[in-house]
């Protein structure tokens, strides 16, 4: 009974096993795993990457991310046997467009085993660092604490702005700059900015600035120092003749040197369409004179003063309007001109109108002539010499000047040395005083060598001649009177010598040439002219002559140095 009961037990576990196969092949765990990474972590640059990863897994499985900058490829894996199968899978992480790093989770799941997290890290792109800075396009790199230091005059220049951002740009109302802004367009980073600086006209230094405000970096602050204007200092002092003799006064900063001039409306005008203001054209007569052959010590020596000084104008026309200018002037050793140390000093005025002259003094003026040998002549032939008399201090005094140039050697133009007479409406004569320089004094010199700079000519009247023996020694000695006096005629057409005794002698006139020695005369022993009275002494009216003074006429953008090229010549 028993034996039987196993029987049937054991046949009815064989007719179950026949019935559920499964029985015999054990259930198959599902596996995923994921190589090609460490840590199952990607880091990458802004610059993006593909990166390229093994799933193996017995079982389907899919992947997929939280960021939409990466892309799987392929994403997924159908696996139905259950064998373990390798998959290639390309992750490809995109350029990061954006300013900061960025994460993101790599998932990769499959059904009855933990999904595979892959991080991805993927880094900021690089910033560039924000620069806005002035470039010294030399050294090839930024200027610190730049800043710009200029003189009183007007300035121009440029610096260059280097930047990666753009920037606007303000500055004080006295400096002007171009451009005032820059949009960066991403490559061109060095911008050259002009800079205009006005004259200083203010009594005091100044300090300015201009400021780059950029995009996200500091504001770039430029620092421009202007320097206080020298000065030169004009005052016109009261005259006696105000209707056509003026002087100035002028009193220069310490250091400066200085030059002048005395322009009329017509004068100021013509320079103005010339472009040129007066303080220009003082300059601009230095570095003329300069282009012309003179050297700049002859110009200095010759136009500039270092000192205080009182300026005299004579032959003024009444009740006209004139400007005084002085300025400062140097050399610039550098660029090889002159340049002005300080702003112009302008100082306007008209002139008075001249006093009523008496009937005397009006006839009297005029050109006259006499027959003369000229003592250089060993012939001894006549020659006619002429002066003209014009007016001076009107019912006091006249000039005396040589319209063809007998008398002067400076040039023949005429009227460059004047010499002084007196007017004596009592006693009906004029009064020509003796040894008396020239008008324009120690402002020429004769063309020698052996003289040199600095001399003048002396007008000198004498009554015979210095006689020597063969040892050149002096036994008879000239009279030089002190005055000469003439009368003139009823009809005003003629001057005659009066209280001059001649006796058996000749009366000479001459031009003696002398130096300056410490503002007293020095005999050269030169003479430029020399004329013997042969005859008679009376001097006579040339025939419509007329009284009014000559004038000399100034070509400005072509002056005449006040020089006789063989040598040096001032007109101080």
């Known amino acids: 009974m028993r034996a039987r009961s196993l029987f049937f037990a054991l046949a009815a576990l064989s007719v179950f096993a026949a019935c559920n196969p499964t029985q015999d ?79 993101a989770n790599l998932t990769i799941g499959a059904d009855g085993v933990d999904a595979v997290v892959v991080k991805i890290n993927q880094s900021a792109p690089a910033v560039e660092e924000k620069v806005l800075c002035v470039w010294d396009m030399d050294k090839f790199e930024a200027v610190k604490d ?14 260059v702005i280097h930047s990666n951002v753009s920037w606007k740009a303000t500055c004080s109302d006295w400096i002007t700059i171009d451009p005032s802004a820059n949009t960066f367009d991403g490559e061109n980073q060095n911008i050259t ?14 300090e ?26 004009v005052t016109l002092v009261e005259t006696k003749h105000p209707y056509c003799d003026v002087d100035f006064k002028v009193v220069p900063d310490e250091g400066i040197m200085w030059t002048y001039g005395l322009f009329g409306d017509e004068d100021i005008d013509y320079l103005a369409e010339n472009n040129l203001t007066v303080g220009d054209y003082l300059v601009y007569e230095l570095n003329y004179y300069l282009q012309n052959g003179y050297s700049s010590s002859e110009i200095i020596a010759g136009l500039l003063y270092d000192a205080e000084e009182e300026i005299n104008f004579t032959r003024l026309d009444e ?32 002139t008075a109108s001249a006093p009523a002259a008496n009937e005397d003094y009006s006839s009297v003026l005029g050109t006259y002539s006499v027959n003369v040998t000229s003592d250089f002549d060993s012939e001894k032939k006549t020659t006619e010499v002429q002066f003209t008399i014009s007016a001076q201090y009107i019912n006091e005094t006249y000039f005396m000047t040589f ?15 004047s010499f002084v007479l007196g007017y004596d409406s009592a006693n009906k004569q004029i009064i020509l005083p003796n040894v008396q320089l020239g008008s324009r004094g120690f402002g020429w010199s004769y063309s020698n060598a052996d003289i040199g700079t600095g001399a003048g000519i002396v ?16 036994v008879k000695e000239a009279t030089v009177p002190e005055y000469l006096y003439y009368k003139w005629s009823s009809d005003y057409n003629k001057l005659t ?63 005449e140095f006040p020089v006789n090229k063989a040598s040096s010549f001032f007109r101080k």
């Open 193 to 206: 900015v002009k800079l205009t600086i006005a004259s200083n006209e203010t009594d005091a230094a100044r």
């Open 208 to 233: 300015g600035e201009i400021r780059f405000a950029g995009e996200g970096v500091d504001d770039l602050v430029v620092l421009v120092k202007q320097a206080k204007a020298d000065k030169v200092n």
């Open 319 to 350: 009740k006209t309007h004139y400007q005084f200018t002085a300025i400062g002037a140097k050399y610039d050793e550098a660029n090889g001109v002159f340049v002005a140390t300080t702003l112009p000093t302008d100082v306007e005025f008209t």
């Open 497 to 559: 010598l009066f209280g001059t005794e001649l006796g058996s002698e000749k009366l000479h006139w001459a031009g003696y040439i002398c130096k300056n020695n410490n503002g007293n005369l020095a005999w050269t022993g030169y003479v430029s002219s020399s004329y013997a009275f042969n005859g008679s002494t009376d001097l006579t009216r040339v025939a419509n002559t007329t009284t009014s003074a000559v004038k000399e006429k100034k070509d400005l953008m072509h002056p």
């Open 25 to 103: 092949t054990p259930a198959v765990e599902a596996s995923l795993t994921v190589s090609g990474v460490k840590d199952n972590t990607i880091s990458v640059t802004d610059e993006g990457k593909t990166v390229k990863l093994t799933v193996k897994s017995n079982v389907s499985w899919i992947a997929s991310c939280d960021a939409e900058w990466v892309e799987v490829d392929p994403s997924s894996a159908e696996i139905s046997d259950n064998k373990e199968t390798s998959t290639k899978v390309s992750v490809l992480i995109k350029k990061n467009e954006g300013e900061e790093e960025r994460s």
């Open 403 to 417: 319209p063809n140039a007998d008398f002067s050697p400076v040039s023949k133009q005429g009227n460059v040395d």
């Open 459 to 474: 007008f000198y009247a004498s009554i015979g001649e210095d006689e020597y023996d063969e040892n050149d020694q002096l």
């Open 146 to 159: 730049p800043a710009i230091s200029v003189p009183f005059s007007a300035a121009e220049g440029s610096i």
